[in-house]
Nanobody, 120 residues
């Protein structure tokens, strides 16, 4: 059974930082490019960042470039997202999944996500 368990979210003031963690199980994590996604209230789920299976390449949406860093530990089947200089527009539920999961998911499941709220 494939599982994605996100954690590390919370309430933070503008300019603050959080580190999100996604523990995975049930599939060969090291073989998959992985992504972080987010869904703000009333909006569609969107891609935030992607890393290749060996961290040889990372990509970010323009809104988070220079502020967020995606990384992974293949020995722990875990994905991370370091978020710095957070802004109110970063408020959303954050999810991890395989690359391309929005349109062509490798597996049928999503985790519960972790809520990030940026507010003063």
């Amino acid at each position: 059974q494939v599982q994605f368990v996100e954690s590390g979210g919370g309430l933070v003031q503008p300019g603050g930082s959080l580190r999100l963690t996604c523990a995975t199980s049930g599939f060969n994590f090291r073989s998959y490019a992985m992504s972080w996604y987010r869904q703000a209230p009333g909006k569609r789920r969107e891609l935030v960042a992607t890393t290749t299976h060996n961290e040889g390449s990372t990509n970010y949406v323009d809104a988070v470039k220079g502020r967020f860093t995606i990384s992974r530990d293949n020995t722990k089947s875990t994905l991370y997202l370091q978020m710095n200089n957070l802004q109110p527009e970063d408020t959303a539920v954050y999810f991890c999944n395989t690359k391309g999961a929005l349109h062509n998911p490798a597996f049928g499941s999503w985790g519960q996500g972790t809520q990030v709220t940026v507010s003063s």
